[in-house]
DNA sequence: AATAGACTACCGTAAAGGGGTGATTTTTAC
DNA sequence: GTAAAAATCACCCCTTTACGGTAGTCTATT
């Protein structure tokens, strides 16, 4: 008999899965929490050995809430609930402890699956996860290394201000603020502002 | 007896629904389908009062099918159904002939009472969709309208092209192509490049 | 006939962009 | 523990582009 708790602030998706869960005849629902601390405050004094959880949660983050039942109860298998467009998510959660990744559209087949690999200590990442960790990786490693200052520039450069303006702002010398952008161009591999703009925001640098 | 109809691709959601309004007795649940082509589908042999309806569909966005069974069947009430960040869209779905529109993270009165409304032929929308709505229009007002040849201006910029290269692109001088330049940087109040595709971005044109 | 918006165009100054060079310090790697 | 690499700073020249202000024509709307 495999006990699954369910952290989920959609009562739907909660509803969702505690009634297909009680279906299943080797599968318990122990309990669901709509948030971190309602989840965190269960397992203060009760158990499961499957977490189903989702990252979006309105108090704490999902990645912190994982890191923390992990350091506290390492027994427990984590199964991390998402949406499709959060690629860089996905290293967080393994990084810190889920062993398996589920994507909200994953059919009941593919969750029984992962609750039952995950329980036997095994990973689950469901194929399209697969997909986006990938290509969250790949694009890690196109997306350059800026600098600390170079970072501090790019900001005030989005902010509208000149190259003038941001020396005065940093105490430079408006040659090196101009040297500063032009390495930030050579490293976005762009050639002018426009561009510049496009692949910080496309990189998540503003 | 209201019956209800569920789109979702979202196989958790359709099943958290269905087990929930099953419960109900004065609510049956006539059918589901994960994809608007499914739904279409559906309603050429049969019916329902209600629809709750996700936006965001695999096949047909969920605004387009909302307007397809409006055009159709005018007589069957639609609720949305969507998640928090999506302001632009509760507009579109209201003038496509939605009559509600709840959050995914609606909890089970909120949906009944969703249902209750809409059936009986008047609307429903959940307290912080009208904050988002509200918030959205305000947004919308505020968003300039651009003509024709800014926009097509504003994407060259965007592609990092500078006012020459647009200008022969385009077969206009460079002082006309400054002009629009102008003239966007005054529509979308900023001052440079930078902070006009920063806006650009914020505003969706790109 | 008047007002407003779209599209066109020009001028002068300020800023950006492309190139190269070089010094100092801090990080990283072997 | 030292050598290589990267970061931060700074300067020069020169060309191109951007930006601010101004202004004409045309068309649609009132």
Redesign the interface.
């Given at each position: 008999m495999i006990s699954v708790f369910i952290v989920d602030?959609?009562?739907?998706?909660?509803?969702?899965?505690?009634?297909?869960l009680q279906k299943e005849k080797n599968i318990t629902v122990s309990g669901y929490a709509n948030t971190a601390q309602a989840c965190i405050d269960f397992f203060k004094t009760k158990t499961a050995n499957v977490i189903l959880m989702d990252i979006n949660l309105p108090d704490i983050n999902g990645i912190e809430l994982c890191k923390q039942i992990k350091s506290s109860y390492p027994g427990i298998a984590i199964i991390a609930l998402s949406?499709l467009n959060q690629g860089s998510y996905i290293t967080k959660m393994i990084e810190n402890g889920a062993s398996g990744y589920l994507l909200?559209?994953?059919?009941?087949p593919e969750?029984l699956e992962a609750i039952h690999k995950v329980e036997k200590g095994e990973t689950y990442f469901s194929f399209e996860v697969g997909k986006i960790y990938k290509a969250s990786t790949e694009h890690q490693s196109h997306s350059p290394i800026l600098s600390k200052r170079e970072k501090e520039i790019l900001l005030l450069?989005?902010?509208?201000l000149?190259n003038t303006q941001i020396s005065k702002q940093l105490f430079i010398s408006v040659d090196t603020v101009d040297t500063h952008r032009k390495n930030l161009y050579t490293k976005l591999k762009?050639?002018?502002?426009?561009?510049?703009?496009?692949k910080a925001?496309e990189n998540n640098f503003?």
């Open positions: 602030d959609h009562p739907l998706v909660v509803e969702g899965l505690v009634s297909f949406t909200k559209n994953a059919d009941t969750i450069i989005a902010d509208g000149t762009v050639t002018n502002t426009a561009l510049l703009i496009r925001i503003l």
